[in-house]
């Protein structure tokens, strides 16, 4: 994409640039980053800053200059960027995603600006817009459950493990299939990467396992043959207690029947150091166990050529001791979901 020092934007599409690009820089992002994701030099960025650091934050509000009026007034700008930051189906469309063609809909029968089609993405990315894959969420969720769970029932379990000084974890099971997600991988135009995995369908080993925000972890594969269980969570449970023993231990997990079987239940009863919460219904995004699956999937065993369940089994239990060693990355899974 071609850059430029800005001055060929709009002037209220350039200061809702340069706000955004205060804001984007107080949390790190590399200047050059920016530059390309609004069309300008990486110079243009630095200058705002600068600007913002010397005269004040308000410096960087657009002036008004004698000329053609713009396109979109700033009334029209800002109700523009309000809608586009809430979902397609907000502003009266069948789903939740904003396309080119439908933005240009909005804009012509909503705002009364017209724009010719072939500048629509351009113009999107001058808005500081890019191309995302959208996370999935499942229709079933009830909204209403997850902000009850946000705003009241988690902060009521964390603040009930501090308490007692317990250590809060989430707990996850899944299945581990001997063929692999395939990446992409660097190669020359005139070459067809090929990628030589299992074709054996059906074949697989199941591992559950536990995350905690301090970078803690726990994991455990399941026998030959054996299925997700509450026999088999049980026996999870008991590595876990195991490994911290001295701990009162807060286990959050989804709403699986194994995790609320009656054999469940009554050892939780019996076990006053353990505490079992279930998480709002078809709400895996509130789940961070469920991160190190597509970790284990997607980057360790990409491409992956073992051949059977016992290949299988010893490469999934070298990429879990590898995440295991590395809190880092686990710490990383407890980003909250928006």
């Not at 913002?52 to 002036?63: E, H, I, N, Q």
């Not at 909005?106 to 705002?111: A, G, V």
């Not at 999107?124 to 996370?135: A, K, Q, T, W």
């Not at 990446?183 to 559950?208: C, E, L, M, N």
Request: proline content about 6%.
């Amino acid at each position: 994409m071609t850059t430029n020092d800005g001055r060929t934007i709009p002037h209220e599409v350039l200061e809702h640039f340069r706000f955004a690009a205060l804001k984007l820089r107080k949390k790190g992002v590399a200047a050059s980053d920016i530059a390309t994701s609004f069309g300008v030099l990486p110079q243009t960025i630095y200058n705002w800053t600068s600007k913002a650091k010397r005269r004040g934050v308000s410096s960087l509000r657009a002036t008004k200059t004698d000329g053609a009026p713009p396109a979109i007034t700033e009334e029209k700008f800002k109700t523009l960027i309000a809608t586009l930051r809430k979902s397609a189906t907000k502003a009266g469309y069948a789903t939740d995603l904003w396309s080119g063609p439908r933005v240009r809909h909005f804009l012509k029968h909503q705002l009364g600006v017209i724009y010719h089609p072939k500048y629509m993405s351009r113009f999107l990315r001058r808005l500081g817009l890019v191309m995302r894959f959208p996370e999935r969420r499942a229709l079933e969720q009830d909204p209403k459950e997850v902000r009850q769970w946000k705003r009241k029932r988690l902060p009521e379990i964390l603040a009930a493990a501090r308490k007692r000084r317990a250590l809060v974890f989430y707990a996850d099971e899944s299945l581990i299939s001997l063929i692999p997600n395939i990446g992409r991988t660097w190669t020359f135009p005139d070459i067809k990467p090929i990628a030589r995995v299992s074709g054996r369908r059906g074949q697989h080993v199941g591992v559950t396992g536990a995350v905690n925000s301090g970078g803690r972890t726990c994991f455990e594969m399941t026998r030959d043959g054996e299925r997700f269980t509450a026999e088999v969570f049980l026996r999870f449970v008991r590595k876990l207690r195991a490994e911290y023993p001295k701990r009162g231990m807060t286990l959050i997990v989804d709403g699986a029947s194994v995790h609320k079987a009656k054999l469940v239940k009554e050892y939780v009863a019996k076990n006053k150091w353990l505490r079992l919460e279930l998480l709002p219904a078809y709400s895996p995004e509130w789940n961070p166990s469920e991160k190190p699956w597509g970790y284990v999937k997607g980057k360790a065993r990409n491409g992956s050529q073992s051949r059977n369940v016992e290949e299988l089994r010893k490469e999934t239990k070298k990429s879990l001791r590898r995440l295991s060693g590395n809190p880092k990355l686990i710490k990383s899974f407890f980003t909250p979901p928006t």
